[in-house]
């Protein structure tokens, strides 16, 4: 019994971590991730397993935040690491220090999941998609200071609109760390006064050189810019996250600078054209409506020109009428005339007499009949005058007569007995309105 070795648990397990670990220093392993888990260490602990047997693999937080993807079960993986013992439960497992998806790239792999998860978020949607200014006065410029991009940008917008204010933001636009100098510059850029819109993007290169665009913090950096973002990354086959954030993607830097710039020229031949056609329609209206003033004016009738016309006429009549009158007088005292030339030539003694006083008595009664009638003339012509003046449209109110009205119809009222007690009438005289009530109707009279 007492040439037997005799091991401990701790003893037993240690040998065989000894052992694991001189024979399965480093290792390749490929497999199905399942029971992923990430505790708040930030360590992912999952199970690698194929279809007959299984390990436990761990990847500690310093080696899984340098995953270019997200790990999930029922991925197929290949991994490199270290083979060991957790020697209090006595397992063994492989702590990984790598890890790539099998026949995906990592790469590729990590944009579509980012691409899910922000499609579900909304960020792609277009409806909260912001136009672009017509004419943008300020332009924010995210890229490489030293990059073709820039000088592209440049020489774009100089051809195009020289004058407009641009405001460059120098990042890095790959490599470790660009994407936080890009998510940064965006919103520090955002927040500056008076900027109308801006340009993320840079030149082309590989999947690798591009992947800053990829990252979350530029796609929710674009996602809550106060201004219109259009990127321009890349050439027109390459997309990035960016693009499908952005409000308006640009297939290359010079397209982005011709869609956010237009052309001045062309503005000011535009502007020359719509000038020129506003111009001749303000003179074609204008000439429509000095014809259509002219016809109403001359269409008018103005009450006072009828009146001065009746005034006319009344005096022409009157005129008229003193000349009949005078004429008729003339005529009867020349034939009084003959009568008495030929009473005179008759010489008879008593009818002369007789006729004598006969002619003074006709003498009188012409006389008065002659004033008669020019006085009953004279008060036609005023009681002419009179109507004519009744008839104004101005006169009538102001000699004191009013409009009736029954409310709230406002019909005018021309027989008192449609009338009922306690009814509103509305009354228009020649200053102002009021509205009676009716207390007492009677039926109209008949004209005499």
């Known amino acids: 019994m007492s040439s037997r070795s005799i091991f401990t648990i701790s003893q037993l397990t240690a040998e065989i971590k000894t052992l694991l670990e ?13 029971n992923l888990r990430m505790p708040g260490s930030g360590h992912l602990y999952f199970t690698l397993k194929d279809e007959s047997a299984q390990i436990r693999a761990v990847m500690f937080r310093m080696q899984n935040r340098l995953l270019k993807f997200q790990p999930q079960d029922g991925l197929q993986v290949v991994g490199y690491g270290r083979l060991t ?12 220090d790598y890890l790539e998806p099998k026949g995906l790239g990592a790469l590729q792999l990590a944009f579509e999941q980012l691409k899910e998860k922000l499609s579900r978020e909304g960020l792609f949607d277009p409806a909260r998609k912001k136009p672009l200014p017509h004419l943008p006065q300020k332009i924010g410029i995210v890229t490489s200071p030293t990059g073709a991009a820039i000088r592209d940008i440049l020489q774009i917008i100089d051809r195009r609109f020289a004058n407009v204010h641009l405001l460059l933001y120098p990042v890095r636009v790959q490599g470790v760390g660009a994407a936080q100098e890009i998510a940064r510059a965006i919103d520090e850029l955002g927040q500056w006064p008076g900027l109308d819109v801006m340009i993320v993007g840079r030149g082309g290169g590989s999947l690798e050189d591009l992947w800053a665009f990829n990252e979350e913090p530029v796609a929710r950096a674009i996602h809550r810019s106060p201004v219109p973002v259009v990127s321009a990354v890349g ?36 502007l020359e054209n719509l000038a020129r056609r506003l111009s001749q329609r303000v003179r074609m209206n204008l000439e429509a409506m000095q014809e259509r003033l002219s016809s109403l004016v001359h269409r008018l ?8 016309d009746q005034r ?8 008229r009428l003193a000349t009949a009158i005078q004429q008729s007088l003339g005529r009867r005292i020349d034939r009084f005339r003959m009568k008495v030339e030929s009473f005179t030539l008759l010489h008879p003694g008593k009818r002369v007499t007789d006729y004598s006083h006969r002619l003074g008595h006709l003498h009188r009664r012409l006389a008065v009949a002659g004033r008669s009638s020019m006085r009953f003339h004279r008060q036609r012509v005023e009681v002419a005058v009179g109507r004519l003046h009744s008839l104004s449209p101005l006169g009538v109110l102001e000699r004191g007569y009013g409009i009736a009205r029954v409310l709230p119809s406002r019909k005018i009222i021309r027989d008192a007995s449609r009338l009922r007690v ?11 309105e009021f509205v009676a009530r009716v207390e007492k109707t009677s039926g109209a009279e008949e004209d005499p």
Request: net charge negative.
């Open 235 to 270: 050439h027109e086959i390459d997309f990035t996250i960016a693009d499908f954030v952005a409000d308006l993607r640009a297939p290359t830097p010079s397209a982005a600078a011709e869609l956010v710039v237009r052309n001045k020229v062309e503005l000011v031949q535009t």
């Open 22 to 34: 001189r024979n399965f220093e480093h290792l390749w392993l490929e497999g199905e991730i399942s």
């Open 85 to 96: 013992v957790y020697e209090p439960r006595g397992e063994y497992q492989i702590v990984l």
């Open 422 to 432: 306690d009814d509103r009438v509305n009354v228009k005289v020649h200053r102002g």
């Open 312 to 319: 006319l006429r009344l005096d022409d009549l009157y005129s």
């Open 301 to 308: 009738s103005d009450p006072r020109k009828r009146l001065s």
